[in-house]
């Protein structure tokens, strides 16, 4: 019987740190060299992947021209944000604003691996300020710099020599207001580029966001597709069976304003293997099932709010057939067997991870837009 289907609030997208995390989680498939010289193919372009870089804080900008203002975070003050706008001060001090990147191939992997046991990804350095707004932020990857606070060391920054107290400048807290009205948020802009005590604190802030252009977003993932086919790691894209996705789609959004914006299947993919809720392992990493494989399809779709109801009804009604999720105590037990493992202990014992399987049709929509501001402030 079909299930009804599912919704859900957004996911986050997945940039280059999530990147990574996700090799470091593929460990036990594909072996801790493998998913090395995947990252090192994928980032050795980035800026700092080749070696130590140093960073100047200023970027290049006149310390005295009166424009210009620099936050230092909690990380080189020792005592909270401090913001340094006096133009004298910050000429004093520009030989001392830089510090040196050390991000790497190996940095990057290690922090992945750090920040699944719980360390920050990075720590905050700064945020250069030009005519009242943001305009870079300064960090650098936790493993790489950790250990420099309140380290006057000059072969890693210059910045360790203003960790003294009292440190420079004025100090500051970062506020963020929340709008639900574009005209509440364009109000609140206005007001604070006319503060002369107020700095905007994102990158480009002091250029308003854009209002609701009335468009919505629809993700559809339909059920999981099991099949008693070897998983395969390097399988090209299925044609066919975009095809008949593209089809589906098309049905959905016939008649309407609706476009597709994207047509994703993957397969056949592994099922990895748990006794007792612990993952298998062998030489070659986690141990997946010979015989049985999942196959995943998603649809992106683009469309007016106005049209959103009707797309969901659509989507809603369609017949998809559910998982043959029978398929998998069978195939445990043949993989138990071919393994030389007990299996008197089955079915109880052994599991696949089903975070894998989608059970009913899953739609995610993109809610009404809401407007952020997040802003420097001197305390009182």
């Known amino acids: 019987m079909q299930e009804k289907p599912r919704w859900r609030w957004p996911l986050t997208r997945v940039g280059t740190f999530g990147l990574i995390l996700a090799l470091v989680l593929g460990l036990g498939v594909f072996g801790w060299w493998q998913v090395r010289n995947a990252v090192q193919g994928l980032f050795s372009g980035l800026p700092g992947a080749q070696g130590p870089a140093r960073v100047e804080m200023l970027d290049g900008r006149d310390p005295a021209s009166g424009r210009v203002a620099l936050v230092l975070e909690d990380f080189v003050t020792g005592s909270g944000p401090r913001l340094i706008r006096d133009p004298e001060v910050l000429a004093r001090l520009a030989p001392d604003l830089w510090y040196m990147d050390q991000t790497s191939v190996g940095s990057m992997i290690g922090q992945a691996t750090l920040t699944l046991m719980g360390m920050p990804p ?3 350095i700064g945020t250069l300020l030009e005519d009242g707004a943001a305009v870079r932020d300064f960090t650098c990857l936790s493993v790489d710099c950790i250990g420099w606070r309140g380290k006057d060391d000059r072969s890693l920054w210059g910045l360790g ?33 006319e503060d002369p005590l107020t700095w905007f604190a994102k990158p480009g802030g002091g250029t308003p966001d854009p209002g609701d252009d009335g468009m919505r977003g629809i993700l559809v993932t339909l059920p999981t597709v099991i099949s008693a086919s070897p998983p395969r790691f390097d399988a090209p894209p299925d044609q066919e069976a975009q095809a008949e996705l593209e089809t589906l789609a098309r049905g959905w959004i016939e008649g309407s304003s609706a476009r597709i914006e994207g047509i994703h299947a993957t397969g056949p993919n592994p099922f990895w293997v748990l006794k007792d809720d612990d993952r298998l392992h062998d030489e070659n990493g986690s141990r997946t099932l010979p015989d049985l494989s999942w196959h995943s399809a998603e649809i992106s779709l683009q469309l007016p709010e106005a049209e959103v109801e009707t797309l969901l009804s659509r989507i809603g009604a369609t017949d998809r057939p559910a998982p043959e999720t029978a398929l998998i105590a069978p195939a445990i037990a043949r993989a138990f067997a071919l393994w030389g493992l007990d299996t008197a202990c089955l079915p109880g014992c052994g599991a696949i991870d089903r975070n894998r399987i989608t059970t009913a049709i899953d739609i995610y929509v993109t809610p009404a837009p809401h407007w952020q501001l997040p802003l420097w402030r001197l305390l009182p």
């Open 122 to 124: 990075v720590q905050r």
């Open 161 to 193: 020599a203003l960790s003294a107290a009292p440190p420079p400048g004025e100090p500051v807290e970062q506020v963020t207001g929340w709008y639900d009205t574009h005209d509440a948020y364009l109000a609140a802009h206005a007001r604070a580029a």
